[in-house]
Nanobody, 130 residues
Framework: QVELVESGGGLVQPGDSLRLSCEAS????????MGWFRQAPGKEREPVAF?????????????RNGVSMKERFTISRDNEKKTLYLQMNSLKPEDTAVYYC??????????????????WGQGTQVTVAS
């Protein structure tokens, strides 16, 4: 049974940092591209960041204001620990969302398409408010 379990979310103030983690079990972690999505209340899910199986390729989403998420977010992975990370810096209220990790069996697939993501976590809430 495949499980992706996110952690590290919480309530923070604008300008703070958070590091999200996603621990995987039940799958050959190094055989999957991994990624983060987020969904704010009343809005569609949006791509955040993606990483190839080896970590050598990454892609980042674009905010609704047209700014690359790469400016403040960094995705990484540890295949030995079967864990995916998302370092988020200079958090803003508009980053408030549930953050989901996902695994895709195409190990080099860092460009999101309609089929992206075979397995999904339950999500972790990130709230940025003063």
């Amino acid at each position: 049974q495949v499980e992706l379990v996110e952690s590290g979310g919480g309530l923070v103030q604008p300008g703070d940092s958070l590091r999200l983690s996603c621990e995987a079990s039940g799958l050959t972690f190094s055989g999957y591209a991994m990624g983060w999505f987020r969904q704010a209340p009343g809005k569609e899910r949006e791509p955040v960041a993606f990483i190839s199986w080896s970590g050598t390729m990454t892609r980042y989403g674009v905010t609704r204001n047209g700014v690359s998420m790469k400016e403040r977010f960094t995705i990484s992975r540890d295949n030995e620990k079967k864990t995916l990370y998302l370092q988020m810096n200079s958090l803003k209220p508009e980053d408030t969302a549930v953050y989901y990790c996902a695994a895709d069996p195409r190990p080099y697939r860092v460009d999101v398409d309609a089929q992206w993501g075979e397995y999904w976590g339950q999500g972790t809430q990130v709230t940025v408010a003063s």
